[in-house]
């Protein structure tokens, strides 16, 4: 079993950064692959980042490509979002997701844990 803590959410201005934080209970977090999505009001789930157990992959949804990055650190047991250049459309709640020995799927399908999620609001 693994529980997933997502903070690091809130209001920030159109332009403006926020760094998301995942904090894991699993005591062999180094083998889970750990992924973001998010989700808008009245849309579907949607892929923003992840990374491999391994940590040596990563892959990005189109609409976050060139402004948000992923990153683990194990020894932390922590996963990152680094958002950067926010724009109102990346206005959600953010989950955190992991699963065993993947390499950072984009199907929120695959993930069997899930965080409580943290809204991320960008104002115009």
């Known amino acids: 079993q693994v529980q997933l803590v997502e903070s690091g959410g809130g209001l920030v201005q159109a332009g403006g950064s926020l760094r998301l934080s995942c904090a894991a209970s699993?005591?062999?977090?180094?083998?889970?692959?750990l992924g973001w999505f998010r989700q808008a009001p009245g849309k579907e789930r949607e892929f923003v980042a992840a990374?491999?157990?391994?940590?040596?992959?990563?892959n990005y949804g189109d609409s976050v490509k060139g402004r948000f990055t992923i990153s683990r650190d194990n020894a932390q047991n922590t996963v990152y979002l680094q958002m950067n250049s926010l724009k109102p459309e990346d206005t959600a709640v953010y989950y955190c997701?992991?699963?065993?020995?993947?390499?950072?799927?984009?199907?929120?399908?695959?993930?069997?844990?899930w965080g409580q999620g943290t809204q991320v609001t960008v104002s115009s």
């Open positions: 997701a992991a699963v065993r020995f993947s390499l950072g799927s984009s199907r929120s399908d695959d993930y069997n844990y």
């Open positions: 699993a005591r062999t977090f180094s083998r889970y692959a």
């Open positions: 990374v491999s157990w391994s940590g040596g992959r990563t």
